[in-house]
Nanobody, 116 residues
Framework: QVQLVESGGGLVQPGGSLRLSCVTS????????MGWWRQTPGNQRDVVAV???????HYADSVKGRFTISTDNAKNTVYLQMNSLKPEDTAVYYC??????????WGQGTQVTVSS
């Protein structure tokens, strides 16, 4: 059974940095893309960054130039480097792996709080 486990969240001051990690256990075949999403209370889950199987990246406008998505060579871990964090980045961050057959695997979420 595939599981995704996120880590790296926490409390950080505005302007600070965090690096989120998402490790998969079990094999996910035919990955189409992997990415990070975030959600605040009462709102929908929004995409933050996506990395495709062809190594193309896509970022939400609000994080361009500040966040970087990457993966390891085995493509079983996806990272999100977050720099110049702002209070509006506060959210629960989720990783997602999507296969070419549109099967989605989600992590349990990790809280990121940006506050002084």
């Amino acid at each position: 059974q595939v599981q995704l486990v996120e880590s790296g969240g926490g409390l950080v001051q505005p302007g600070g940095s965090l690096r989120l990690s998402c490790v998969t256990s079990g094999n996910i075949f035919s990955i189409a893309n992997m990415g990070w999403w975030r959600q605040t209370p009462g709102n929908q889950r929004d995409v933050v960054a996506v990395l495709t199987a062809r190594n193309n990246t896509h970022y939400a406008d609000s994080v361009k130039g500040r966040f970087t998505i990457s993966t390891d060579n085995a493509k079983n871990t996806v990272y999100l480097q977050m720099n110049s964090l702002k209070p509006e980045d506060t959210a629960v961050y989720y990783c997602r792996f999507r296969t070419t057959s549109y099967t989605d695997y989600w992590g349990q979420g990790t809280q990121v709080t940006v506050s002084s």
